[in-house]
């Protein structure tokens, strides 16, 4: 059912018929195949019983679904507290479900419409979000999106706090300026992390932060998502 087997009125089909929506509608199909394997479901059935099993990977997989909240038990982020280096809009935005901006119709406030973590880089200080928990995690996957590809940095760093101090465990360069960034880092037993933004060229923030501990197989995916964001420069993909 992937490409352009749907039914639109005669206006939607000026959207659904160019090749970057039929690309989101292809990302949607082959997530949904992939369940109906692995739960030995027909598409009918996942649709009636595992929709939000379905909308929620393909939320985490980065796809756009408009006002649908990130409640993914599994993500340590939404268990976490978040503060930052200095606020023009809440550090709390990266970590309130919502990967992208809101329409205004669907929230209240500024701030919740851009719907992401800004820092005041008119401080001499660089730029960091933290996440912060009451008990100690593990984990080997962190997802860090950004705004919008304009207004991503070309470089940043993530750190966790071990051992009563501050330690690197990724410093990304992003020169194709990829806003979605999914990081395998291991780390174990640990209450505190923060995203630094080492660009001092970048004007914009961090839409969105989840944590993940993955299994082997799911590992295997985010190594490859890295791979893959490596083309970046030549196929403008869905999440971007």
């Excluded at 839409?207 to 985010?222: F, G, I, P, Q």
């Amino acid at each position: 059912m992937a490409g352009r087997h749907i039914s639109a009125s005669h206006v939607a089909l000026t959207g659904t018929r160019v090749m970057l929506t039929t690309s989101v509608i292809g990302q949607a199909a082959g997530t949904a195949a992939a369940l109906c394997v692995k739960n030995q479901q027909t598409p009918r059935v996942l649709c009636k019983e595992n929709i939000t099993t379905l909308q929620q990977q393909l939320l985490k997989d980065g796809a756009y679904l408009i006002e649908m909240k990130n409640e993914d038990p599994a993500d340590l982020a939404l268990k976490a507290k978040a503060v930052a280096s200095s606020e023009i809009s809440p550090a709390s935005e990266a970590i309130n479900g919502y990967g992208r901006a809101r329409f205004e119709s669907t929230c209240k406030g500024a701030s919740f419409e851009m719907n992401a973590w800004t820092p005041d880089f008119n401080r001499e200080e660089t730029p960091w979000l933290q996440l912060e928990w009451d008990t100690p995690q593990t984990f080997n996957v962190v997802h860090v999106n950004f705004q919008s590809k304009e207004l991503t940095p070309a470089h940043f760093e993530l750190q966790i706090f071990a051992d009563d101090e501050w330690k690197s465990v990724q410093k990304v360069v992003n020169q194709m300026r990829n806003r979605r960034n999914v990081l395998v880092v291991p780390a174990s037993g640990i209450r505190k992390m923060r995203v630094l933004l080492t660009d001092s060229d970048c004007k914009g923030g961090i839409s969105e932060l989840r944590v993940y501990l993955e299994n082997d197989h799911n590992l295997e995916v985010a190594k490859r998502t890295n791979q893959a964001n490596l083309l970046d420069g030549i196929i403008l993909f869905p999440w971007e």
